[in-house]
Every structure is written in C-alpha cells, then in structure tokens.
C-alpha cells in the first residue's frame, strides 16, 4: 500500500539481509510480522562492487508476499532495465542519480509502465541535485551508507540530509515521500524519522532479529 506524507512511519525490511535459499518464506514472513513494504535492491557489480537480484527473482517472490514491492536499482543504465522490472512486480522503481545521464527520461520511463518513481542519491552527492527533478518524483531515497553492501554503519550527517530532503520535498513534490536505506535500527529510527524519513528500509535489524514483529515494533 503507498501512503501519504503525515500517516505512520513505513518500514520497508530489505530482504538483501533474508536467507537466499528460503526466500518466499522471507517474503511470507513480513507481512505478519507488520512490514509495510519490501524493499528489494538489485545491484549489478558494475555501479556497486555486489551482485544481487534480477527479475526472475522478483518475479518468483512477488506470488509469496502482497506488500508493496520497493524495487531500488544499484545498476549502470537503469532506464535500459526499468520496464522489466516493473513487468516483474515491483510497485516502485529507484534509481540512482549518479547512474543515469537521462533522469527526466527514466522517471517518465517507469512511470509510462504505471510504476511510482523513486531517485536515490549517494551520502556524497549534493542532495540539491535533486530540485530538478522532484516535482516527477513520488520517492527521494537518501542512502546512508554507500551502496553495495548490507550491514553498514549509519553516516555521520545523515540525518542533516535527511532534513535537507525532506524540506526540499515539502516545497517541490509535497505528495512524495522520503526514504532512508543504510544502517538505521532501533537506535536511530526514530531520529531518522524526527528528521523527514517517511520510509525507513532496514535489514539486518529485521531480518537478523529472533522476534522479527518486536524488531519492527522497536523501529516505529
């Protein structure tokens, strides 16, 4: 289900941190556990040093879970790929600025195809960058770790640009939300929701809990 500015805060585990040989059940397990989303990252080994998922993969989890499937493409030329992986079951396509030459072009791509679209930015990359393109957006993905690898630690300074995001989505895109990916848990969920994170992605927090529904409960 997509929400609104000013409902509850969503989280969205990243089944990156699930177990590869058993993930329909990973994907069962989130609903009951009171996940909002799925957040699914494709890396391609070439924008990020890491290999994950394609859209095979999406397409076989997609019968095992209802949740809204949050697709963020770690990928050199997303807009060569978007249409598949909506094709494949995802609600909402990410991308990456620093990927794409083209961004207006990919935004209207994934959104030709009936997806909602989503630009991530790197902790290095001038969140201004975005202004731009946010009236297109119904997403801003602020990464706070770099991409590549689950189990990172949460920046320094994230949460300044998370404020920054956030302010920048109230003037441009008020109907968008903002999405923080990379090391929150329950220590810092509820400052990076204080500061504008609207969708909060965790993995290991999640997926590495014995009481998957407590650990969700402790990140709200």
Request: net charge negative.
């Amino acid at each position: 289900m997509w929400y609104n500015n000013g409902m509850k805060t969503l989280i969205a585990p990243s089944i990156l941190s699930g177990n590869f040989a058993n993930m329909g059940a990973e994907a069962e397990s989130l609903a009951p556990a009171g996940a909002d989303w799925v957040h699914i990252d494709v890396m391609d080994g070439i924008f990020v040093p890491n290999l994950t998922f394609g859209f095979k993969m999406i397409s076989d989890l997609r019968p095992h879970s209802d949740l809204f499937f949050d697709v963020h493409l770690m990928i050199a030329d997303p807009a060569r790929y978007a249409e598949r992986f909506v094709k494949a079951g995802a609600d909402l396509v990410s991308f990456h600025l620093e990927a794409e030459k083209d961004i207006n072009g990919t935004i209207d791509t994934i959104k030709r195809c009936g997806c909602k679209a989503g630009l991530a930015v790197n902790p290095d990359t001038d969140i201004d960058k975005i202004i731009p393109y946010l009236p297109k957006l119904d997403l801003v993905l602020v990464m706070s770790v770099f991409p590549g690898f689950g189990g990172q630690k949460f920046i320094d300074g994230s949460l300044e640009r998370l404020r920054r995001a956030a302010e920048l989505r109230d003037k441009y895109a008020p109907s968008a939300l903002v999405e923080v990916d990379g090391g929150i848990n329950a220590g810092n969920a509820v400052a990076a929701a204080n500061a504008g994170a609207d969708v909060l992605v965790a993995g290991n927090a999640v997926f590495g809990a014995a009481d998957r529904r407590a650990a969700i409960k402790s990140l709200r």
